[in-house]
């Protein structure tokens, strides 16, 4: 996640807007940004899949001398 942390742009921007609040990187991405997905997700994600049959695939691949890797895929599929 990128974040403009310049100071000449923070300058600028506090002349232009004094009002202005900077979040820190920790608040942001601590609170505010899972707060945003929680939202978003009740909002419209949930609501758009609460219609529809789900499909689960599980595959495990194992090797020797690197990573195990496994895939769950999830198809949601509605009357549309």
Do not use: H
Request: glycine share 2%; with cysteine.
């Amino acid at each position: 996640m990128q974040f403009v942390e310049s100071m000449w742009l923070k300058r600028l921007i506090l002349c232009l807007c004094p009002k202005l609040n900077f979040l820190f990187r920790k608040q942001f991405s601590e609170k505010i940004l899972p707060w945003l997905v929680e939202k978003i997700s009740q909002q419209c994600v949930l609501l758009a899949l609460a219609d529809c049959f789900s499909i689960t695939n599980f595959d495990l691949y194992m090797s020797k001398g690197a990573y195990d890797v496994f895939a769950l895929v999830i198809n949601f599929l509605s009357s549309d």
